[in-house]
């Protein structure tokens, strides 16, 4: 199996949003990179929006070396064959079903050199859903970025049962090789960690507001001014190891069974559609709906200063 170094080369499969991000990510760690979209227009679309990605981070002092250097390492091909071909590692982005997701994989582990490592970016799906029947099945897996990847760097890198081990080292190796944080997740479940957690922090903050404890905007605040500022450097284990003055034990027998108790009253959410449509009414009276890409921007200006703050941060 691969053993990946600067001069590895990779390919993307998929040049929507997550994969011209990944395209971005892998080029500016040295790595040379194919893309290729099923789509034409998308395919020649994705060079401007890296340029324009490019050009944004290096003006953020988020990236050193030149665009144009970065740029240059990325080639848009224009079939799957082309893609697939002379690449150590692919990372697939193409749309979030099943039925797409089995036969891509079909095509590339056809398509490809037998020790390539085949990635998907699926949100949700385990791998053992789309590569069961596959002849290279033990060099597939799930490397799940968080959007976008070339600002929020944790991949969770999740193997079927039957991906090998070799397969696993290499893939952790590889996204610390591109400057990003893999996590392992040691069996496979829906939906990873991340979106397990944000699912469960989402349905709760439902739940709050559906039973009008507080306003979506003051339920926001309790993240931003409140939990989110920790959590944005360190983990709940972390904030609870520290938030009582002998450590978690400590932590926990304090608060430990009112927490329990909490947890019984904290019930599944359906996500009503007229919940949503309320939330949605409150939060176009605080940003109109015409404002939403302005914000967009907005939120990547702060994430590439909060990215700039956590470089200088101690280890
Ligand atoms: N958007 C997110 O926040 C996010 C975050 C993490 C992971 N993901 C995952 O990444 C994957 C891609 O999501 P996205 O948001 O980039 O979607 P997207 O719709 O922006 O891009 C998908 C691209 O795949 C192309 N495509 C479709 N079928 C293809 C095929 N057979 N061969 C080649 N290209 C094909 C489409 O033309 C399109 O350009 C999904 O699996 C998604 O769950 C998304």
């Known amino acids: 199996m691969t053993t990946f170094t600067h001069s590895s080369k990779t390919g993307v499969v998929g040049a929507g949003l997550i994969g011209r991000a990944w395209a971005m990510v892998f080029a500016r760690a040295g790595l040379q990179v194919k893309i290729f979209d099923a789509d034409a227009k998308a395919l020649s679309a994705c060079m401007g929006h890296i340029e324009t990605l490019v050009k944004d981070m290096h003006a953020a002092d988020l990236v050193q070396e030149s665009p144009a250097d970065i740029i240059r390492r990325i080639t848009p091909v224009s079939s799957l064959a082309e893609v697939c071909t002379d690449v150590d590692l692919i990372q697939e982005n193409i749309r979030e079903t099943v039925e797409a997701k089995i036969d891509i994989f079909s095509q590339m582990d056809a398509l490809t050199h037998k020790d390539t490592i085949l990635a998907s970016s699926t949100s949700w799906l385990p791998t053992s859903l789309f590569t069961k029947d596959l002849a290279g099945r033990e060099r597939c897996l799930v490397g799940h970025p968080t959007n976008p990847p070339y600002l929020i760097p944790l991949v969770e890198v999740s193997p079927a049962p039957w991906t090998s081990e070799k397969t696993t080292q290499a893939a952790m190796a ?142």
């Open 174 to 315: 590889f996204y610390k090789l591109v400057k990003q944080e893999p996590v392992l997740v040691r069996k496979e479940i829906h939906g990873f960690l991340l979106n397990r957690v944000q699912g469960a922090v989402l349905n709760e903050m439902l739940n709050l507001y559906e039973q009008g404890f507080a306003s979506s905007e003051d339920l926001d605040k309790v993240m931003k001014f409140g939990l989110g500022l920790r959590w944005s450097f360190m983990g709940p284990f972390e904030t609870i190891d520290l938030n009582a003055p002998d450590g978690v034990v400590d932590y926990a027998n304090r608060y430990g069974q009112t927490y329990a108790e909490v947890s019984k009253t904290q019930a599944d959410n359906t996500w009503s559609p007229q919940v949503i449509a309320e939330i949605e009414r409150e939060r176009r009276q605080v940003l109109e709906h015409n404002q939403l890409d302005a914000r967009s921007h907005w939120r990547d200006r702060r994430l590439m200063a909060l990215r700039r703050h956590q470089k200088d941060q101690p280890a």
